[in-house]
């Protein structure tokens, strides 16, 4: 099943505030009409985290553990064709990654097949309809 995407292009920004750092790293576009209204799912899953004191963002370890999660879900969801990342959001306490899914039930079974083997992750996890992609286009440079 090919996916909402023809490329793989990806942007990273990052800002700076009073609680730390926040980087964002997304898909560099939306894809046109007709594939985002076949993937109208947002499934958001968040991991909450002891923030490094100034920088706001995970230890080492944490980041690492969360960098394991992202590989096995990424990988298994987009090769059997029940999700797609665009999204990263990393700073203040929390990582949160936002795919979209044509059903989030599939996308739910395939993303724990594809945890067998791995620690119990402190997750949590949301589904919406989002047939537009609001939640990709919010984080978006203006120029995308």
Same mark, same amino acid.
């Given at each position: 099943? !090919?996916?909402? $995407?023809?490329?793989?292009?990806? #942007? ?10 926040? #980087? ?5 576009? +939306? ?6 209204? *076949?993937?109208?799912? +947002?499934? +958001? =899953?968040g991991?909450? $985290? ?5 920088a ?7 980041? *690492? ?14 090769? !059997?064709?029940?999700? =797609?990342?665009?999204?990263? #959001? ?8 936002? $795919? ?5 039930? *599939? ?13 119990? $992750? ?14 990709? !286009?919010?984080? +978006?440079p203006?120029?995308?």
């Amino acid at each position: 099943m !090919a996916g909402p $995407y023809t490329d793989d292009d990806w #942007i990273v920004g990052q800002s700076e505030d009073d609680d730390g750092v926040l #980087i964002v790293r997304c898909r560099s576009r +939306l894809p046109e009409p007709d594939r985002r209204a *076949a993937w109208p799912h +947002l499934v +958001l =899953v968040g991991w909450s $985290y002891e923030p490094e004191p100034d920088a706001g963002l995970p230890s080492e370890r944490e980041n *690492a553990l969360m960098n394991r999660f992202e590989e096995a879900v990424s990988a298994s969801v987009e090769e !059997a064709g029940r999700g =797609v990342l665009v999204a990263s #959001i990393l700073g203040g306490g929390a990582r949160e990654w936002r $795919y979209y899914a044509q059903d989030p039930d *599939a996308f739910m079974d395939v993303l724990n097949a594809g945890l067998e083997g791995h620690p119990e $992750y402190p997750l949590d996890f949301r589904a919406f309809e989002d047939p537009e992609w609001d939640a990709l !286009a919010e984080v +978006l440079p203006d120029e995308a």
